[in-house]
C-alpha cells in the first residue's frame, strides 16, 4: 500500500514539474509576439537565442517584419494551442510551441516556435513568419527564404501539454 502512494505521488510530481517547464516557453512565445503585435522589433529581436540573432542582424529582422506586417497585416490575436518536448537530450531541451495567430487582414495561422533556455532565460530559436514557409504544417516544414537562421518547426516525441495550459488568447486593444 505504501509503494503505490509513494508511485503515485512521484507520478503526480512528474505531471507538476512537466507542466510548470512548459509554462516558460509558452510565455517567451507569448512575450514574443507581444512584441511582433506591438511594432516592437527590437525587443522581439532581442528574445531571440543569440545563435539565430547571429544570422541576421536587428536593422534586417526589422525591415523584414514590418514589410510582412505590411503584406500580411500585424498580429491581432494569438493563443498558445501546445507545448511539446521535441529534442530531449542530457545536455538540452527544446520545446516546440504551436500557436495560433490571427492577423488583423482576416488570415489565421497556426505557428510553431523552437524554445530553448540560455543564459537563465527562455528565447526562441525560431524566428517564425515571415522566416518560415508552411510555419505549422508539421515537424520539420519550415525553410527561411531569405537565407539564415533555424526556421521551422520540431520533430520527435516527448511530454506535451493540450490546450489546458495556457490556451488563453490574446487580441489586440
Given at each position: 500500500?505504501?509503494?503505490?502512494?509513494?508511485?503515485?505521488?512521484?507520478?503526480?510530481?512528474?505531471?507538476?514539474?512537466?507542466?510548470?517547464?512548459?509554462?516558460?516557453?509558452?510565455?517567451?512565445?507569448?512575450?514574443?509576439?507581444?512584441?511582433?503585435?506591438?511594432?516592437?522589433?527590437?525587443?522581439?529581436?532581442?528574445?531571440?537565442?543569440?545563435?539565430?540573432?547571429?544570422?541576421?542582424?536587428?536593422?534586417?529582422?526589422?525591415?523584414?517584419?514590418?514589410?510582412?506586417?505590411?503584406?500580411?497585416?500585424?498580429?491581432?490575436?494569438?493563443?498558445?494551442?501546445?507545448?511539446?518536448?521535441?529534442?530531449?537530450?542530457?545536455?538540452?531541451?527544446?520545446?516546440t510551441v504551436q500557436v495560433d495567430v490571427q492577423r488583423s487582414s482576416g488570415?489565421?495561422?497556426?505557428?510553431?516556435?523552437?524554445?530553448?533556455?540560455?543564459?537563465?532565460?527562455?528565447?526562441?530559436?525560431?524566428?517564425?513568419?515571415?522566416?518560415?514557409?508552411?510555419?505549422?504544417?508539421?515537424?520539420?516544414?519550415?525553410?527561411?527564404?531569405?537565407?539564415?537562421?533555424?526556421?521551422?518547426?520540431?520533430?520527435?516525441?516527448g511530454g506535451s501539454v493540450g490546450p489546458g495550459d495556457g490556451d488563453a488568447?490574446?487580441?489586440?486593444?
Amino acid at each position: 500500500m505504501i509503494v503505490l502512494v509513494v508511485a503515485v505521488g512521484a507520478g503526480a510530481a512528474g505531471v507538476l514539474v512537466l507542466s510548470r517547464s512548459d509554462k516558460g516557453p509558452a510565455n517567451a512565445v507569448r512575450s514574443y509576439l507581444a512584441d511582433v503585435r506591438a511594432a516592437r522589433y527590437d525587443a522581439a529581436y532581442g528574445r531571440l537565442c543569440a545563435t539565430v540573432r547571429g544570422t541576421r542582424s536587428q536593422g534586417e529582422y526589422s525591415t523584414i517584419m514590418r514589410a510582412f506586417d505590411g503584406v500580411r497585416g500585424t498580429v491581432a490575436s494569438y493563443a498558445v494551442r501546445t507545448v511539446q518536448t521535441v529534442h530531449p537530450s542530457a545536455a538540452e531541451t527544446v520545446r516546440t510551441v504551436q500557436v495560433d495567430v490571427q492577423r488583423s487582414s482576416g488570415s489565421a495561422s497556426r505557428e510553431s516556435y523552437d524554445v530553448h533556455r540560455e543564459s537563465g532565460g527562455y528565447c526562441l530559436l525560431t524566428f517564425g513568419p515571415p522566416f518560415s514557409v508552411g510555419s505549422g504544417d508539421g515537424p520539420g516544414s519550415g525553410t527561411d527564404p531569405f537565407g539564415g537562421g533555424r526556421s521551422g518547426g520540431g520533430s520527435g516525441g516527448g511530454g506535451s501539454v493540450g490546450p489546458g495550459d495556457g490556451d488563453a488568447s490574446v487580441h489586440a486593444a
